[in-house]
């Protein structure tokens, strides 16, 4: 392992001389593609530096248990157990690393977000997903634009679609997909009764033109006039544009920029993450063992996740974390989430690595 490990090691030195070539800081393409390498092998080669580190200290520490001074070797003592102990959390930080990466973790994030059963409680509710997905990438310093909206007259949205851009958006997101559901008295019932609705979010990594490859013959685009908000351009120009992919039956419209071409350039990015994402569903069902491993892979067919506002409860229901935060979640606060689902899936790959 550690000879992988150091092999990796000399890759990580040679990306950084790399990236301050010239040629290379001039080629914007060239250094994005080795830039992103270097971030995914950053984390594991500090935890290796400092393995090592931990290790020369050890021996250090050893050879003070020879000294003749008994106060000098009960320090070393003390100091022993800490490192010992630090050796041993390191080695499982670094198995973790080791475990195969999802290409897609450093991209980008097309998220979607549609209304379900519910009515106008439903997309009251995929209203406040998407505030909390906003305020969730903020802290991250990531950048949200919507791509297609169509607003409830309530308020909220029957379906957002946005795209997520900043390091590690899809790593942090990708577990999100699946049916969110909703228990809380609507503002407009009288009695004070619950009422239950649901929405669906899907998370999707940014095709990039290097993932697929579309023929232009098998795309019919339309561009017709823009409606809903916007003044009078929105009712006299042929702005928005709908592009379907023939083979697929996947239909996209966009109208959210006063430009076809915009509209178009949008349009497309969210036609190949939903073509690309097929493709890898599709994949993972041919591969997976059993169910288990699908709703690994990102399964969007099931509920997983439980917002109960009457007792300010999160249930996510696959790994059966409750939280009683609810305020706090909606406000953004879900990176405790995220992190123990990503952990989750982890120690689940680990152990079907070591069955192997």
């Given amino acids: ?168 958006a899809y790593a942090k997101l990708k577990y999100e997909s699946g049916t969110h559901r909703v228990q809380r008295v609507p503002e407009t019932e009288a009695q004070g009764r619950i009422h239950t609705s649901a929405c669906t979010v899907a998370v999707l990594p940014e095709a990039e033109d290097i993932d697929i490859d579309i023929n232009p013959a098998d795309l019919k685009v339309d561009v017709y006039r823009s409606s809903g908000a916007g003044g009078q351009h929105v009712n006299t120009t042929d702005s928005a544009v709908r592009i379907t992919h023939i083979p697929t039956g996947v239909v996209v419209a966009c109208q959210e920029e006063r430009s076809q071409i915009k509209n178009r350039a949008k349009a497309m990015k969210v036609l190949k993450s939903r073509i690309l994402d097929s493709m890898v569903m599709e994949q993972n069902a041919r591969l997976a063992a059993d169910r288990k491993s699908q709703v690994g892979s990102g399964d969007r067919s099931e509920r997983i996740r439980t917002y109960n506002f009457p007792q300010g409860r999160m249930t996510d229901h696959r790994i059966g974390l409750t939280l009683y935060r609810l305020d706090s979640i909606m406000a953004g606060d879900i990176a405790e989430i995220t992190d123990t689902l990503r952990t989750h899936y982890q120690m689940e790959a680990l152990q079907a690595q070591s069955e192997m």
């Fill in 1 to 168: 392992m550690f000879e992988k490990i150091a092999e990796l090691e000399r890759r990580f030195e040679e990306l950084e001389s790399l990236m301050s070539d010239p040629e290379v800081l001039a080629n914007q393409a060239e250094f994005r593609k080795l830039s992103r390498e270097h971030s995914g092998l950053a984390e594991l080669i500090a935890a290796y530096r400092e393995y090592k580190k931990v290790l020369a200290d050890i021996e250090g520490n050893k050879e003070l248990l020879k000294e003749p001074d008994q106060e000098m070797r009960e320090m070393a003592e003390a100091e022993l157990e800490s490192l010992e102990e630090r050796r041993t959390a390191l080695e499982a930080e670094i198995k973790v690393l080791l475990l195969p990466k999802d290409p897609n973790d450093d991209k980008n994030v097309i998220l979607e977000i549609r209304a379900g059963t519910g009515g106008d409680e439903s997309a009251l509710f995929a209203g406040d997903l998407f505030r909390m997905y906003t305020r969730y990438a903020e802290t991250n310093r990531w950048r949200v634009e919507i791509i297609s909206a169509s607003e409830s007259e309530k308020g909220g949205f029957k379906e957002v679609v946005a795209l997520v851009e900043g390091i590690g």
